[in-house]
């Protein structure tokens, strides 16, 4: 589905300030494959998804998504099949319009023409929709989406995100901004959309019991590589002591708990 | 007098309405509207000192505007210059334009060439009174331009423009450039204040090249001064309140210009006054900001 070959990222190169974030990573995303990936700030797990989603281009190596390489094409050109939730609520989001035209917009990608699509049976399509958040947002309809909480916009965000079809959906620490109980009704939302779809998913956490949880493979990286990679049944058996033993193993450092490791 | 001020009102109007569209919605604050109010104005002239008719002389306005914000928006989109400097910068060269238009002339007068005003006053003749025939049919051209827009803006494209000034991230997500809708945006703009000059210089008589200075401050009042008039999110209610505060500015400007010199004011004022209405606006919105959130 997703495949990153020989792939580095350079900031400033040329300069003094030169900084490899990510170096010569390899990587094959499977179709229907729901991968966590987690790491120390710096690691590079957002550049992975900056240059998977073309906000960045890569200094070095290819991208490729199905067949096609996409390592030139802009970012809008690939968000017609990829899916980006961010961390900042705001993000997803236009708070000035209301919740329906928000529904709107993102109903469909690409392109938009003069045509008005929002009716009575798209209004009642997305309440139903909304009915599954079960935060009432069904009833609010007419709303700006600015008079929401951080967690309920999220959530919309995520539906939205999911209506819209996505062949690829990456979610970049998308709970951290939300307070404990919302972070969790918004990652258990997540998991039920994702199975129910059967989305290709890449997902960053800052919580290892999360990123064990959830997906069926595991990433670590640190220092722009990717130095841990569980799949399948060896993931089930993970626990958050097993990871970071691993990641000591291959580190040589020594770390008293998972805060030090994700601080 | 007062059909005056809600016919230049409603002229204006439709030049505020542009101002709207780039200032409110795209968040594209584009100062082209200096240049491409008079280029509406000068297109309108050569065209009836010609004989081509209002008609064509409307569209071509139009077409004119709509060219002058794809250059800013170009500018802005290709060389990653800042919304204002791509403005100034179309605004400069549209002055020389304008003049080019005119065959080297700064101004010309359409006091004795057929234009809408004396189309109007022909076909209504005998039946009502000049002025409330302008006035009609102003009022006319204004809600069709206005209806136009609120109809535009409920279009899935319409709703894309939303979504860019608030959050251009979402365009870019849905798989949109926001280069493309940001060229279209400010060309409907532009175009809508190009057609506002056309109009604008048959009522006055004549077109001048001089006519958009600091109009962009002035539709820009007029959009603050709505504001304050209505509060909604519903777009035919945004759209009318800027049309009604158009109306008001033009009735503020009216008392400034007949009644100022009771305070030694002169219609060199104006233009002062425009600018501290933005200001006294910007503040009162400010103060109303910092109490809400108190409360």
């Known amino acids: 589905m997703i495949q990153l070959s020989n792939i580095s990222k350079i900031f400033n190169g040329g300069t003094h300030n030169a900084k490899t974030v990510i170096k010569g990573l390899n990587l094959n995303i499977e179709k229907n494959d729901f991968v966590t990936i987690i790491g120390s700030n710096g690691a590079g797990k957002t550049t992975l998804f900056n240059l998977i989603s073309g906000n960045m281009f890569p200094t070095n190596g290819t991208v490729s998504v199905g067949d096609k390489d996409v390592t030139d094409d802009a970012e809008y050109k690939r968000a017609k099949y990829i899916g980006r939730i961010f961390q900042d609520p705001l993000l997803g989001t236009a708070s000035t319009m209301t919740l329906e035209d928000n529904m709107m917009i993102t109903y469909k990608k690409g392109f938009k023409w003069l045509k008005i699509s929002l009716n009575r049976k798209k209004r009642s399509f997305f ?8 935060m009432g947002l ?47 009704i918004v990652m258990d939302l997540t998991a039920k959309f994702i199975e129910q779809h059967s989305l290709t998913t890449m997902m960053i956490t800052h919580n290892m019991q999360h990123a064990i949880d959830y997906g069926n493979r595991l990433l670590m990286m640190d220092g722009g590589e990717v130095i841990i990679d569980v799949k399948g049944e060896k993931k089930k058996q993970l626990t958050v002591e097993k990871l970071i033993a691993m990641f000591n193993d291959i580190r040589k450092k020594d770390f008293e708990n998972d805060e030090v490791l994700l601080a | 007098m007062l059909e005056g001020i809600f016919v230049e009102g409603l002229i204006y109007g439709i030049m505020a309405l542009g101002v709207f569209f780039t200032f409110r919605i795209l968040d594209f604050p584009d100062l082209t509207v200096d240049g491409s109010f008079p280029m509406g104005a000068v297109i309108m002239a050569v065209c009836l000192e010609n004989n081509m008719g209002i008609f064509l002389g409307t569209i071509l306005a139009f077409s004119g505007g709509v060219l002058a914000g794809f250059v800013t928006a170009a500018i802005h989109n290709k060389l990653k210059v800042p919304h204002l400097l791509a403005g100034i910068l179309t605004m400069t060269m549209l002055y020389s334009i304008n003049i080019r238009i005119l065959s080297n002339r700064a101004n010309l007068p359409l006091m004795n060439v057929k234009n809408v005003m004396s189309f109007i006053a022909e076909k209504t003749e005998g039946i009502i009174s ?39 991230q979402m365009v870019v997500n849905q798989g949109i450039s926001p280069d493309t809708m940001k060229m279209i945006g400010v060309g409907l703009s532009n175009g ?92 009162i919105a400010n103060y109303k900001k910092i109490k809400g959130r108190s409360s």
């Open chain 1, 138 to 184: 069904e009833n609010r309809l007419k709303e700006n989406v600015s008079l929401l909480s951080g967690g309920q916009r999220q959530a919309l965000t995520l539906l939205m995100t999911v209506l819209s079809k996505p062949e690829i959906i990456l979610l970049d620490e998308h709970t951290a901004a939300l307070d404990p109980r919302n972070a969790s």
């Open chain 2, 130 to 168: 000049e002025e409330y025939a302008y006035l009609i049919f102003f009022i006319l051209i204004v809600l069709l331009i206005k209806l136009l827009l609120d109809i535009f803006f409920h279009t899935d494209m319409g709703l894309i423009f939303g979504a860019l000034g608030d959050n251009q």
């Open chain 1, 127 to 134: 309440k139903k929709e909304l009915l599954q958040l079960n």
């Open chain 2, 192 to 283: 809508l204040v190009a057609l506002s000059g056309a109009f604008a210089a048959q009522y006055l008589g004549f077109a001048d090249v001089n006519l958009g200075q600091g109009i962009v401050i002035s539709g820009l009042a007029s959009v603050m001064l709505g504001e304050f008039l209505i509060k909604s999110n519903k777009i035919s209610i945004l759209t009318l309140r800027v049309i009604l505060g158009a109306i008001l500015y033009k009735a503020i400007m009216y008392l400034g210009r007949f009644y100022g010199y009771h305070i030694n004011m002169t219609p060199n004022d104006l233009k002062l006054i425009s600018g501290l209405l933005v200001i006294v606006s910007l503040f």
